[in-house]
Each structure stands twice: as C-alpha cells, then as structure tokens.
C-alpha cells in the first residue's frame, strides 16, 4: 500500500472563517466592538454640498456638509419615503430629499415638511436616522456605537505640538490603490501589522527589496501587550555592529502605528493608520502622517509604474501586501490555516480581539475607550531606533 | 443623560418590505392579481420573425410573429428538449426549434416531429405552453392568468373614432430612458402617479421648473375612489383668477392617465399608458398617445442632453421620477416608511390595490375586469380643465 | 367552455433538473463518479513556471510546473496562511508561497519554511494538498478522485504506433471557442453525443448545411451498449447506392469519440476528445487528434466570421451545438422535457451514467476503470464507414 498517494486534496473538509474575528455588521459579535470606537471615513474634503455615499462596517451612509460648515452623517433611506438623500440637495442648516422636500440637519431633526399644512405641524415627531461625526487630523470620523456609550475621539501625542514648518497629510489613498478599497476582510490586513517576518520574505526575498537594506535581514522578533493594544519588537544588528530596534503598534482595535520602512532617519514613527472595515469584504486604509508643510506624499511605484497598471502577470512576479492578503480570498479560512512559531503575532492579536469582543459581549468597555478628553490622549510606542 | 445623542442609526431593526404590494411572481398573492389582466408587453413592431426575449411579471417569454402575421407568446424552453426557442426559426404556421426542428404554431400546438417516425404520429400530446396576445393601440397586449379567468381587452374612449389627421402612437420609449427598464419595483412607480405634491417639489422647486407656470405652485389636492380605480383633483387658481382644475387617474392596477403636465391645450388627456412589472425589480411604461399624424414624441432633454449623458453629479443636481423613485431602492422599505398627510393619495391606492389582491385570494374578480367587450369600454376621467 | 385556452403556460410547475446527472461537487454521486476518472485539465505548454488557475470538477487548483520539468497541481490556498499560490514563485524544486515563504514540491511536500527556526524542524507534518498529474498526448491529466482508487491512466490505439508523417495535435480551443469555456453542465454537451438526429436538423436542414453532403440526409440510427461505454450506429445509403456506416462512441464518463463529420477520408476516427466538467456550469472540449506534422487545425467559421464575432441576431440565424446546448439553459430543466423515440440515446447515456453513478455510491468500480498500465489500453470504434 507504500504507493497510494497521500496527503491529497480528496475529501478535504468544507473550508470555515471565525465569525467572531471577521464580522462587522451590526448586532454581530464583532461588528458591536467595532461599534465601539471612532473611526476615519472619509477625508475632511470629502464631505461637501454634494451628498456622498460612505460605508462603514457594512452600514452605506450619506456624507455631507452644510452650508454653516458642519458635516453631517445620515442613513440614506429618508425617513418619510425612502428615497435616498444621495439625491438630496444641501443647503445651509441641513440637507433635504428631493422627492417631497423635507429638511434635516446634520443631527438628523427634520426642520422642514414643505407638503404638510404649516410647514409640518409635527415635524418634531420625525428624525432622520444619523450617526455623530468630527474632523481630525485631516480625517472625518464617525461613531456608529450606542450612545450611551460613545467615547472620546483619541487624539495622538505626535499631532499634537507640531514643530514649525510640519503639517498632518491625511492620506486616503490605501497605501498604493489610489483610494480604491482593497477586497477582502479587514482583520487579514491588521494582524498583518503584527507580522514581521512576512517583511523578510514578501517585502525582501521575494522579488525584488521593496524597502531598505536595513529592513532585508531576519529580525529578533517578540511580542509584547500594551495598555492599548499589542507591540512588536524587531531587532537587528547592522553591518557596522549597530543595534536597529524596531518597535510596531496596534492599538485596539483597527489602529496601526508602523515607522517607515524606508528608515529615512531613526526616532518615533511619523503616522497613525487606521484599517477601516469597510464592509465584511472591503477595506481601507486612511493614514494620517506629519509631513514638512507642502510635501507631497509620492506614490508608490513598481518597476516605474502605477500598482494598477501592472498586468496580472506581473503582479505574479511582484506581488505586496495587496496580493499576500487577497490572496487569502475575500475573508480568509481560518480552518485551513496551520500556524506555526513565527505566527505567535497574529495568534496574539486573535487572542487579544476576541477577548474584547468577548468582553462586549458581556458589558464591559473594550480596551482603550476613554469618556473623557483628557484621558483619551495617546502616546505612540512605534518608531525606528539606534542603539536604544 | 441629556447630552447622550437621540435618534442616531445604530439599533435600527432590519428592514423590510410589503410583499402583498410589491410581488409579480406566478403563485404570489400581488402576482395573481397583476395576472388578472391584460399587459402590454412590447411595440407591434417589436413581433417580428426574429425571435425576441420578453419579460413580463418575472416570466422570461419568446415573442415572435408567423409569416401569417400572427403574434405568438411562448415559454421560451422548448417543451421537447429545452433549447430556447430564441434561436427558433419563425415560419408560415409558426416556431421552429433548432436542436430537433419541433414546429409550434403561436397557441403552441405542435404541427411537425422530423425526427419522429411519420414526423410525429403523436404529436397532438404535446404542446408548447403559450400565453394569448392581442395588438391594440400599436401594443401587443398579453394576458397571462387562469385561461378561464380571461377578461375582454379594455379599450379607451379616446382611441376610438380619432378625429381625422391624428392617429395613435405606442411609445415604448420609457419617459426619457429610451426604452430601458426603470431598476425598481412597478409599485413605487405606479404610487407616484397619486402622489401630486411631488410635483411641487421635485419637478419644480428643486432644481429648475420641469414642467410649466402653471404647474409650479402648490395646490389644493383630493383623491376620490372611481369604479375603476381611483384618482386626485388638483386644483389651483390661476393669476389671472381661472381656475386650473387638473385630474390624475389610475385605472387598476397599472393604468395611469396623466394629462400633459405641460399643459399645451385644457380638455381630457390625451394618452394611457400602463405600468408594466417586468419583473420585481424591473419595469417599464408604455405610453398610448393621440397625436397629429406624423408627430414625432420628443425626447426629454435635461439642460440640452438626454438622461443617459448627464453625470452623476448632474443627476445629483437635476433629480426627477427616476431618481425619487429608484433612490428609493429596488424594492421600497415600507417599515422604514413615515407616511404624512400629503400621503394620503399612496396611502389609499395601496389600500385599493390590496383590498383586490385579497379579493382574488378569496376567489372573486377584482375590480374592472370586464368579460364581454362590450363591457370593456372605458371612458377617461383624467385631464386639465379651466374654469370647470 | 370550448374556447377556453388550452395549454397555456399559467401555472407551470417550479422546473427542477436531476441532480444526478448533473452535480459534479466533492461529495456529490455524480461527482463521485465523475471522479474516478482521470481528466485533461491544461495542454502541457500551459503548466510553466507561472502559476495557472484552472478549475476541475468545480475546485479551483494551482498548477505549475517545476524547473525539474515535473508539473505539480494543488490546492490554492497555501497550508500555512491561506494565500494563493498563484502569487507563488515556482523553483527548482516546487512552488515558493509568496507570503512566508514556504516552499512545496509537486507532491505537497513541505521543503522549506524560512521564517521558522531551523528553517521548520517539523516541516514534515504540513503538506500542501494536491493531486497527481500526468502528461499524455499533450495535455495534462489530473486525478481528483480517492488515492486509494486511482486507476491507470487510459491510452488510445490511434495514439500508439503512430505512422510515420503524422503526430498528435492537442486541440484546447473547445471546437471554435478559442478556449472559452461553453456556459452549461457538461451532461447537455456529452449526451448530445449520443443524439445523431439534431445532425440532420441543427446541422443541415436549419440555416446552412454546415457538414457535407454525405451527412445531410436522414439516417437510420441504432444505439448500443459497450465494454466502455455505448455508441450509436449512423447508416445511409448514399446516392450511388454505397453503404455509409458512421459510428459514434462514448467511453464512460465523458470521453467522445467523433469521426469528422466532414467525411474527408473512410476508416476509424482520427481523434478522441473530452468534455471536461469545469464546475457546474462551465464545460470545455479537449480534443486529441492525429494530424499530419506541421498540420495546423483549422479555425471554424461562420460566413467567414469567428464565432464571437457574430451578432447575436447572426447567432439565431446560425445556431450551432453552442446555441442548441446553452439554449437548455446553464443545466437544463430535467422535469420540463418530452422525450420521444429520437432521444433513445440519450435515454440510454442517462441510464447508463445513473447505473455508474449508483456502483459507486455502492462501493463498486465504475465502468472502464483499470488498475493496470496493461488493461488501460483501449481500442477505438468510431468512424466512418463504407460499405462495411
């Protein structure tokens, strides 16, 4: 029987993913943690008199700002008939359905019913759904949680104090796509931050070096928990015998703190991302990073040219981030998967979400939710360091 | 407590809509119903010897015309082996299937076998299902419910003894869609035409005036069953002191008799035109109109261009029925709905409509289905009129 | 109430195909049977150093080829993580995941995991899983079927010994498809093998005669059982008075074996081919066939057109066995068909494939499987004959 074949893909298993890591509609597990925290939708410029269409956590939602500068974030749906208020027209205390002509303001109360007798005696009656926003560091965010129990919006040490001559770039782009959301799960692009080792390989051994000659050698890796999150350690001793200390961040649960991996110079990182799900299936990265004043944030390019214009054969010869992580399809199997030793990041990542999830679930506030502005103030860990 | 946020999104139940209102399907209570009567499904040109894929209340159907000039509607499966009979070939006596040259005559008989000994010593045991069709008003109207339930085809007074140089033109043009469907349920179409305070607001004080002055301001507006259906009176006094007294009219279930909203000449309406589900989520309007022989129907333009070319931006900015009413999804959500007064006329046309829906349920014939033709003669009651 | 229409198509019953004949899942019987048998999956030029999707039986596998020359077929989802080894580099020795860097050989075997210590102490517990592969007449075969079960791979007489002048042409192309899967199950395309009636109609008395003359009368048709499968006898006395005995074979599951019907030469086929089930809905057409050296097979055209060339009008003047198959719908409706005495060999095909599919859910072999090189051999029975 030594020549039957083994190990075959017969009779393999039905393929699953864990709920409890991948959700993001509202009522599941992991979609009411998600709901817990503020999170970027769009950039500031992006919310203007002309009604746009966000999704969020699954939710499509209508982006405006008024006449009086304020943005507004309200269910498309209006609430009289259901037209959408994409079609809505904005004006200066709200925005108003093009079908019957009732007018909300940005927090949803409904100022005008223009067909009703007087005006709509009982507009008071009438709320259009809507969700609370505000601009930071380039970025409209928005809570979709329960009121009760709506946070502070964080606020980052590295963008509070800028030295003269420095702004924050808000940078919608996803990290090459040109703003276009990268088709799979949101959860297999932040344990990606946790990973270190794929740099080795993805990034370095791959192809060609995608980063610097700093970056190209197998790190000492660990992996530490943090008041907010989780960190990574990657230490590697130079050529010259200097020791290059990288630290990486998550802070719970979408935000990613990673120094450039071009080491442009050593000290904290210079940006805070974070990896917005979009819906089960899309996601987003918006990344917020102090620039000199009227730098231009260059895009990336591959042999020359823009990730987009690249045949699919040649993203088989180079392929990134965006090809390691759909690859795993649009939410990966989790059953399929064998994890091994240089895995312990992401396994540790898993943990520590699904023990927020977890901790939702039962009533408790998930890590690093503040209620007041002065606590809700972070200090980033991440950087690129010489001989610390 | 006071500053936690009322009215936002999160937590809002599922969706859902009416199904006793919104489904074509064979078998469904709505669907029955629409079955009840005659539909029309395509421009008398439109049957030729090319066979054509129609869709008509969720049914995917094969029209062509014989070589006798006679229209036939069949299941497009041929009942032999399943081959379309789009790819049939149309002859003297009827359809002929490609695969095994089956030829059905338009009521579905089978005439020939070639393959079959004596070309088919049994053929009279099998019959292509079909459905009956007449040509009317330059329409192929269909009927496609229980044989033995099949009404007379209505006609219209004003089709009948046109004055000498005008004629009947059938425009299967879909307002200004040039001949798509409209993506979205027939039932929201259809509501609208009882639904005259969007006039006030969606075609005239949004954006730029659509229709005409005298049609611009708000008026004073009834709704009144009739024995076929139901309509609105509109009225408003004019500057110069006339009264404008304007009546809308649908005829059950799809038949809607709007008067120009451009107001050219006082006097009854000129055109029917029905409201045909295509499917759930498709639909379309035929036009019959009376106009000068040789009278070409204009195409709507919006600032100069047809619909298709306008961006979306421009169709943010330019809404009309097909924004309102598409925006309101491919299937409305009725349990999001807030009905107001001005409702009134939607309110009581889904009351109508549903009271028939269970009439049918119940096994009684719903309201204007007559079976002699002389009782299918129906006079219109819509128009503009002046100081009536 | 004799003119009460008759046959209508008002209350047809919901259609429904039968799922043994049709499913070809893991798991499913038919699919089952299906696999039991070695299938061409690729040309051998398609297996290279670049990674190729292919789909087999409804499972999406990788196949390569290695720079040993060896071609290896697996599973897309990389073992350790679960990206696509279609962003893998192929090496030497197997295929490089591009994510950590793992590394498998054809068979699965795991050589490399460079991110972990030692480069993967326990790199013998993961393997990739994969299926055997075997070149022969210049396609790629796979196996997907139960290891323990895997029979020898089948080889044709008109393969062996080939005259000198003369080689075997591996034709991709899915006769006239330029390699485009055809959009149905495969059943509908391989029992119309069995079915010599619709060449009389479909391909000769329909549009244009698109055969030879020989071809274009009615003949007398039989079917019959063999060791392999079934085959149907064609015969036709020709103007001359000559005998032309055709012959037309099915080796069990969906091997076709066809003779030209363009009668160049008399004596057996030229040439055996497989309808390859891609997935449920997606069927392709291996052909090997002996041709002279340097032979070039000829392009199939329509009034001198390419196929996808045509207009869809064109199409339903000119229907083919793509029109006629895919005209059945993406799996034909089984309950909707009236089978006659012409379809006997159809009948008989679906008997037969039932009977196979029900051995195996028994336990027992199918038809034609063998388990040695020496009993794999198999003689051809089709082709054209004269006066036999």
């Not at 039905?14 to 709920?19: L, N």
């Not at 949680?145 to 996803?174: C, M, Q």
């Not at 051994?205 to 890796?221: K, L």
């Not at 010869?317 to 939410?331: F, H, N, S, T």
Request: charged fraction near 25%.
């Amino acid at each position: 029987m030594s020549d039957i074949d083994q190990g075959t893909a017969y009779g393999m298993a039905a393929p699953s993913w864990d709920d409890e890591l991948i959700e993001v509609e509202p009522g599941t597990p992991a979609g009411e943690l998600l709901r817990r925290y503020w999170h970027p939708i769009a950039t500031v410029e992006e919310a203007t008199a002309t009604p746009r269409l966000v999704r969020v956590l699954g939710e499509d939602l209508i982006l405006f700002r008024d006449g009086s500068g304020k943005a507004g974030l309200v269910h498309p749906r209006c609430c009289h008939r259901g037209t959408t208020l994409y079609y809505g027209k904005v004006e200066e205390r709200g925005i108003r359905c093009c079908y019957h002509g009732w007018l909300f303001d940005p927090e949803g109360n409904c100022l005008e019913m223009p067909c009703e007798v007087d005006g709509g005696r009982y507009r008071e009656r009438y709320r259009q759904p809507w969700y609370p926003v505000q601009d930071y560091v380039g970025f409209v965010f928005a809570y979709l949680g329960p009121p009760d129990k709506k946070p502070a919006l964080p606020r980052y040490d590295i963008f509070e104090n800028l030295p003269s001559g420095f702004s924050v770039a808000a940078d919608a782009d996803n990290i090459g796509l040109e703003g276009d959301p990268t088709p799979c799960n949101w959860f297999q692009t932040q344990e990606n931050v946790m990973d270190p080792f794929h740099v080795f390989i993805l990034h370095a051994g791959f192809s060609e070096n995608q980063f610097v000659a700093e970056m190209a050698s197998m790190p000492d890796v660990s992996w530490h928990l943090t008041d907010l999150g989780m960190k990574s350690y990657q230490d590697r001793v130079l050529p010259n015998g200097d020791r290059f200390h990288r630290v990486t961040e998550v802070v719970m649960p979408n935000v990613r703190i990673v120094a450039s991996p071009f080491v442009e110079r050593y000290g904290p990182g210079e940006s805070v991302a974070w990896t917005l799900p979009i819906s089960r299936t899309e996601t987003k990265i918006f990344s917020a990073i102090v620039v000199p004043d009227d730098f231009e944030i260059p895009r990336p390019l591959y042999e020359g040219r823009r990730w987009a214009e690249l045949s699919d054969e040649e993203h088989q010869r180079l392929p990134g981030d965006y090809e390691a992580q759909v690859g795993q399809g649009a939410v990966t199997m989790h059953s399929e998967e064998h994890l091994a030793g240089s895995d312990r990041g992401a396994t540790m990542f898993r943990h520590l979400f699904r023990s927020q999830v977890r901790a939702v679930a039962e009533g408790r506030d998930p890590l690093g939710v503040s209620f007041t502005e002065s606590d809700a103030r972070y200090e980033i860990l991440a950087g690129n360091f010489l001989n610390p």
